[in-house]
């Protein structure tokens, strides 16, 4: 996972609940791997494979997108491609988040 920005390359911004989250998932043993190869993609701006089922958000995330890292590890992030920027906001189960 890079927080720089590359040619061809979104930068990625990190809340610090994000990074919270993200101390509690590696506590937990989850694959950070697999996080960081979500993030990589939706950095680079490719489409995510159906598996992740990534979304738009409504209530009171509206405006943010969710993708499922496993079936109940979830990443919530927002996307602004006109700023070349994606933050990451929430990452961890259901239960954590809502």
């Not at 809340?15 to 998932?25: E, G, H, I, V, Y």
């Not at 950095?43 to 992740?52: F, M, N, T």
């Not at 590890?73 to 929430?90: F, G, K, N, Q, S």
Request: aromatic share 6%; hydrophobic share 35%; net charge negative.
């Amino acid at each position: 996972m890079t927080s720089e920005s590359q040619q061809g390359r979104r930068a990625l911004v990190m809340t610090s609940q994000f990074k919270k989250d993200l101390k509690r998932a590696r506590k937990r043993g989850l694959p950070i791997g697999e996080l960081e190869a979500v993030i990589d993609a939706i950095l680079e701006g490719a489409d995510l494979s159906p598996r992740h089922r990534d979304h738009l958000l409504s209530g009171d995330y509206a405006g943010f997108r969710e993708c499922h890292i496993q079936p109940d590890w979830l990443l919530i992030y927002l996307d602004e491609p006109e700023l070349c920027v994606v933050t990451a906001i929430r990452t961890g189960s259901r239960s954590d988040l809502f």
